[in-house]
């Protein structure tokens, strides 16, 4: 039965191969091992030197309220997956583009690495690898005048976004609440809850 198959010009089968490649890759998605990195090593790529202190002092606040090691600060940038930008004028580049008032952003960043999934290895799935990461941006002049509270409130939410967190307009407590709210207190209990379901998951 494979005869007239084969017989087929090239041209012809080419894409039915391709087509068979496709359906493939679909239908054997879910017999891959999964395996999720997530060590977020965060270099000062863009700004000012003397920033590095306030952020490893953020990084240690943040570690000691999710009762983990979930960031660490890499002094050397080509040793980290993760970029820290303290930019001059964000609030103005903000006011031009993105909205006002805005004195941080923050993103996260997938990587998947399908290793060799066309070679069976007898008894193992083939396993995809994802690589988790985040970039986070800053005002310089916020950092500089905000309070340690006021930091620990802009770094936790830029931080939450790089850990898939959306806004949350409906509760200004929240961290996720989509103004840092100078002054206020925000509820760190519920933010740092979230943050372990997450490494874990
Ligand atoms: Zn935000």
Redesign the pocket.
């Known amino acids: 039965m494979l005869m007239p198959l084969l017989s087929l010009p090239s041209r012809r089968l080419f894409p039915l191969i391709t087509l068979l490649a496709a359906l493939c890759a679909t239908a054997c998605g879910s017999d891959y091992k999964v395996v999720k990195i997530k060590q977020y090593r965060l270099a000062l790529t863009q700004g000012d030197a003397a920033f590095k202190s306030t952020f490893e002092s953020l990084i240690n606040d943040f570690n000691t309220a999710a009762g983990s090691t979930v960031l660490t600060f890499e002094n050397d940038a080509a040793k980290a997956n993760c970029s820290i930008a303290v930019i001059k004028d964000l609030v103005k580049q903000n006011a031009d583009g993105l909205g006002t008032g805005k004195v941080g952003l923050?993103q996260w960043v997938t990587q998947s690495k399908q290793d060799n999934p066309v070679v069976i290895v007898p008894g193992e799935k083939p396993t995809e690898t994802i690589l988790y990461s985040m970039n986070v941006q800053f005002d310089q002049d916020y950092l500089k005048n905000g309070t340690k509270y006021d930091l620990q409130k802009l770094f936790y939410?830029e931080v939450g976004?790089g850990l898939e967190l959306d806004?949350n307009e409906a509760n200004e407590k929240d961290v996720?609440y989509?103004d840092v709210g100078v002054g206020e207190t925000k509820d760190f209990d519920s933010y740092f809850k979230y943050v372990k379901s997450y490494m874990a998951s």
């Open positions: 923050g939410h976004h806004h996720m989509p």
